[in-house]
């Protein structure tokens, strides 16, 4: 049946190529549009999981809720206390409780790549007369630049230049415009604590974003030590062999201890939900476009069958079953999808090598060619053939077992 | 081996319409009967159901020994395309097939199509159409596409030749043509031949006439 098939589709070229051209554009849309969304999407985690740790251990801060304190003052004597002044503030650590102990956990989990300790704290830096906030992140250089990618992204200075301490400070490039200083400066930062201490420039950073550029980083001890907090840190960051586990993994730790243990997704959620809708649109549009050549299938093979009433009385009477009759029409709607997937994977591929070589975005040290982030992965094509090969198949069963319930009695008693 | 039909009756519709009333009959192998009657008579309707296309709706058609409708489905589409052959009024060629390729169709339900190509081309040749091969029917002539359909049906070397009305569509030469080409074919391989006509000079040519009026045989002989 598939060699009348074929002759079938080629004898009617023009409504063939309709057809096929339908599949076609569904399947390079599907490719390209997949390749773009989820090229962006996979720039952006790759961002989110390179530029900062991937699980975040810190000292955990709440705040005390509406009814929290009754008990402490009234005891179970009374069922409802109204405060006139609500109490309010926040209650926990500033500090990791017991870092060594996480040392020790982190160092054992074969899931672990590196962790690096770093305290964190909001700090005042002035330089002549300019001030400006910023938060300055002291750490190991050699710990951190196994967790983050910042040090990688030095302009002018090693991040290494930090790690005999002395009071030395690398900042972001942003936070450096913003104070108009120079390398070997000499800047005083605050933590309004005790007296503001000078840090050096020894060194600058630009990662492209502007968060992360307005940060500053000193190291370890000497942050502990103007802020007054020796030997105590405020995070322990953790990067994982795999990042795709990370929420699960920061979910079970944070059963073995009291601090706020974060992924990198649990932190990002409003920019993955945003992948999400972007997922949904991606879907919604091909969708519509793949039923839009599903219905262009239907309607062709529709009419084919009408067509071709004489045919399958003949083919019946010749000994062809209700099975060869669907297989007939059925064939041809599976010839056009798998025909037109072929050719559009190679036209959506062929696309997106062509989107790679656009410039379209700035040059950053992420993105240092400055192109559009397309990808391909094969999942996208596998998912495309299915999609384009599944809706052509869908729209021609129905023509295909309506040309097979025809009998070759109802077709010749109605004149053909 | 022959046709058998005993009491065969069929009606359609609602209220029920009887078109065919109580039939027996027998055809011996060899046979070339013509099936006369007027319009309406019920003539192609009882060809169908003798020819296993339609179903009576009481009594029984036995072809070489076997019951029809005890056939499964599979023996059924075998044994039309092994014994049976079919020509019709209007050839019911397919359009996007060349002529070989429209005789050697029924070869190719059960991968015979090479087996049988010798035997499609001396069909063909015989029926004077060997230059024509290559050619797609709406290159043909009516009565050439006839002759293609009558090729058709014989690919397969069928043991019976089931033929409605086939000159109906022709001119008188072209449909003189055809009824020499049956008639041959009913002398020479003894095939079993069942024709409806109006035509009576094409019934008289057969060997034995069963006229039909309203539903009933009316001659049989």
């Known amino acids: 049946m598939i060699f009348l098939a074929i002759q079938y589709l080629l004898e009617r070229r023009r409504q063939t190529i309709l057809t096929l051209l339908g599949v076609f554009f569904g399947t390079v849309a599907y490719v390209a549009v997949s390749g773009f969304f989820l090229g962006f999407q996979g720039y952006m985690v790759q961002q989110l999981v390179n530029n900062q740790a991937q699980i975040h251990i810190q000292a955990r801060e709440d705040f005390v809720t509406d009814h929290q304190l009754d008990n402490d003052f009234y005891g179970t004597k009374y069922a409802h206390i109204f405060w006139s002044s609500q109490p309010a503030r926040a209650v926990g650590y500033l500090e990791v409780q017991d870092p060594q102990a996480w040392y020790a956990r982190l160092a054992s989990d074969p899931r672990v790549v590196a962790y690096a300790p770093i305290m964190s704290a909001p700090v005042i830096m002035t330089l002549a007369s300019i001030v400006q906030s910023a938060n300055l992140i002291g750490c190991d250089p050699e710990l951190e630049s196994k967790v983050i990618s910042v040090p990688y992204f030095m302009v002018e200075g090693s991040f290494q230049d930090i790690a005999a301490g002395g009071n030395r400070i690398i900042l972001g490039e942003e936070l450096m415009k913003r104070l108009g200083a120079g390398m070997n400066q000499v800047i005083n930062v605050s933590v309004g604590k005790g007296a503001p201490a000078p840090f050096r420039v020894v060194g600058h950073f630009f990662s492209g974003s502007r968060g992360l550029d307005l940060q500053a980083y000193g190291n370890l001890g000497d942050v502990q030590r103007i802020n007054l907090t020796p030997n105590r840190v405020s995070e322990i960051g953790v990067r994982l062999k795999d990042y795709s586990q990370?929420?699960?993994?920061?979910?079970?730790?944070?059963?073995?201890?009291?601090?706020?243990?974060?992924?990198?997704?649990?932190?990002?959620?409003?920019?993955?939900?945003?992948?999400?809708?972007?997922?949904?649109?991606?879907?919604?549009?091909?969708?519509?476009?793949?039923?839009?050549?599903?219905?262009?299938?239907?309607?062709?093979?529709?009419?084919?069958?009408?067509?071709?009433?004489?045919?399958?009385?003949?083919?019946?009477?010749?000994?062809?079953?209700?099975?060869?009759?669907?297989?007939?029409?059925?064939?041809?709607?599976?010839?056009?999808?798998?025909?037109?997937?072929?050719?559009?994977?190679?036209?959506?591929?062929?696309?997106?090598?062509?989107?790679?070589?656009?410039?379209?975005?700035?040059?950053?040290?992420?993105?240092?060619?400055?192109?559009?982030?397309?990808?391909?992965?094969?999942?996208?094509?596998?998912?495309?053939?299915?999609?384009?090969?599944?809706?052509?198949?869908?729209?021609?069963?129905?023509?295909?077992?309506?040309?097979g319930k025809l009998t070759p009695i109802e077709v010749i008693r109605q004149g053909g | 081996m022959s046709i058998i039909a005993t009491n065969i009756n069929k009606s359609f519709g609602d209220p029920p319409v009887h078109v065919l009333k109580d039939i027996s009959l027998e055809i011996k192998d060899g046979e070339f009967v013509a099936l006369t009657g007027r319009s309406g008579s019920g003539k192609s309707t009882l060809m169908y159901i003798l020819s296993s296309l339609d179903n009576p709706s009481t009594g029984t058609v036995e072809i070489s020994g076997k019951?029809?409708?005890?056939?499964?489905?599979?023996?059924?589409?075998?044994?039309?395309?092994?014994?049976?052959?079919?020509?019709?009024?209007?050839?019911?060629?397919?359009?996007?097939?060349?002529?070989?390729?429209?005789?050697?169709?029924?070869?190719?339900?059960?991968?015979?199509?090479?087996?049988?190509?010798?035997?499609?081309?001396?069909?063909l040749d015989e029926f004077g159409l060997k230059d024509k091969m290559k050619r797609f029917p709406r290159q043909l002539s009516g009565g050439e596409q006839q002759r293609v359909a009558i090729a058709r049906a014989l690919v397969m070397d069928p043991k019976y030749l089931f033929a409605d009305e086939p000159t109906g569509a022709l001119d008188t030469e072209s449909g003189d043509v055809v009824m020499n080409i049956i008639k041959e074919i009913n002398a020479k391989s003894k095939t079993t031949v069942l024709m409806v006509t109006h035509d009576p000079d094409f019934a008289r040519e057969a060997g034995r006439e069963i006229h039909l009026a309203d539903g009933a045989i009316i001659s049989n002989g």
């Not at chain 2, 052959?85 to 015979?112: C, H, R, W």
């Open chain 2, 67 to 123: 019951d029809i409708a005890k056939l499964s489905e599979e023996e059924i589409h075998r044994f039309r395309n092994e014994e049976l052959g079919f020509v019709f009024q209007a050839a019911y060629m397919i359009a996007e097939l060349s002529v070989i390729d429209n005789v050697l169709m029924p070869t190719m339900k059960f991968d015979q199509k090479e087996k049988r190509r010798s035997s499609a081309e001396h069909l």
């Open chain 1, 246 to 403: 990370a929420n699960a993994i920061a979910t079970s730790w944070g059963k073995l201890a009291p601090e706020l243990i974060e992924s990198w997704d649990m932190q990002n959620l409003n920019i993955l939900s945003v992948f999400a809708i972007q997922t949904v649109l991606r879907f919604s549009m091909i969708f519509t476009v793949l039923i839009v050549a599903g219905f262009g299938i239907y309607n062709i093979l529709n009419m084919t069958v009408s067509q071709k009433r004489q045919d399958i009385a003949i083919l019946r009477s010749m000994g062809y079953d209700t099975f060869d009759i669907v297989m007939l029409f059925f064939s041809q709607g599976l010839i056009v999808g798998i025909v037109g997937a072929i050719l559009g994977l190679i036209v959506g591929y062929l696309t997106c090598l062509y989107l790679q070589s656009v410039s379209f975005m700035n040059v950053t040290p992420t993105n240092p060619t400055g192109h559009l982030h397309i990808s391909l992965s094969y999942s996208i094509y596998i998912q495309a053939t299915f999609m384009s090969i599944f809706s052509a198949s869908l729209a021609s069963i129905l023509p295909a077992r309506a040309a």
